[in-house]
């Protein structure tokens, strides 16, 4: 879906941006903190702005601002914002891309299997899907990440993923620290290993905004009637989320509508406005 794909990387080439303009000379060019620019520093200093009438160190209103413009996609559409919009999102798919490429094989192109035969299996050494037994408990650690953030966030100067965010090491290039490089090469490696391995597992901003999958009025639907579950639309999944048609509004799902792209049956999958 080449709409997607554009939105996507002209939200990293904005976040490129929005770290070049900090190595510009002149005091004018710093423009507030990278930090200001993310929508979850609005959660990480929601506290203490509250409580003190100021915002952590490196945050401002502006981030309330970008929080809310996520928030309102989400409300429309669910996690739409991390499967069209976000930055680290496009990265993790690029380097999963990558990862294929160097393998020297892909998954299964759209269009080589029949609507009534099954879909083969990726071919692609990598990146790899981990077995569910390991999977499943990891899916938990995002929701973990978020808690422990929200109740650090009553007890620190700086946001608490300051140090260690990897939005700032991929896109402010300021790699001033040895756990900033290996915040780095930690997010390369495993997302060339397993595709969207940080929203998988790691993202609080996704963990926030998994309830908003169960009550966006704009999603897919699957009609049983023309769906014969042959398993394109789970191949084609980043998330790998399982029996996709059955789990339209999967806490993980975001919103990428790869599935309705790949599906080769008319209007098994339609996306519609509807009641949650």
Known sequence: ??????????????????????????????????????????????????????????????????????????????RAFCGWMCPLGAAQEGLASLSRRLGGKKRPVRGKHSAASPAAKPVAKLPVQLPAGVDRPLRYAKYLVLAGIIIASAFTVYPPLHAFCPARAVFSFKLTTGLMWTVLVTFIVTSMLVERAWCKYLCPLGAGLAVFNKISPLRLSADFQSCNHCGRCD???????????????HAECIRCLECLETCARKDALVLKVTKP
């Open 1 to 78: 879906m080449q709409i997607r794909k554009g939105m996507l990387w002209f939200g990293v080439i904005g976040a490129f941006l929005i770290g070049l303009r900090h190595l510009l000379p002149g005091e004018a060019a710093s423009g507030g903190s990278f930090d200001a620019f993310c929508p979850f520093g609005a959660i990480e200093t929601l506290w203490a702005y509250i409580t003190r009438g100021q915002t952590l160190k490196s945050t401002s209103l502006l981030n309330f601002a970008m929080l809310g413009g996520v928030l309102a996609v989400s409300l429309v559409a669910g």
């Open 235 to 249: 191949i084609e999944c980043s998330m790998d989320i399982q029996d996709v048609p059955d789990n339209l509004s």
